[in-house]
């Protein structure tokens, strides 16, 4: 759901950011992403706030440690620039630590 562009400008920036697309994860179900980000200490951001609400509830009830979700309702291409400065404001505010068995909204930042 999130733009690919979005992680090549990241990159471009010196943040280590790849796609579902790249990690060979787009028929994988929202679990599936979860835990294939949360097993490499990837956070995962999504535009699916309502799914991975649910996952971070599961996860943290279940005693399972995730390394961080980030949603935010859809932003498109057409405020692309809008989403790349949320995106640097949150990377720019938080550390890994900040982010373990946490839900953000984009938003925040």
């Given at each position: ?106 938003q925040e930042f």
């Amino acid at each position: 759901m999130i733009p690919v562009a979005l992680a090549e400008v990241l990159n471009q920036y010196g943040y280590d950011v790849i796609t579902a697309k790249e990690a060979d994860m787009l028929s994988k179900n929202d679990n599936e992403q979860l835990e294939f980000a949360s097993s490499r200490g990837r956070v995962t951001l999504t535009f699916n706030i309502k799914d991975f609400t649910k996952l971070h509830k599961e996860w943290l009830a279940n005693g399972k440690s995730h390394s961080g979700i980030i949603v935010s309702p859809e932003i498109r291409m057409a405020q692309f620039r809008r989403l790349l400065n949320l995106c640097l404001r949150m990377l720019n505010s938080v550390t890994s630590e900040d982010v373990l068995n946490r839900l953000y909204f984009l938003q925040e930042f």
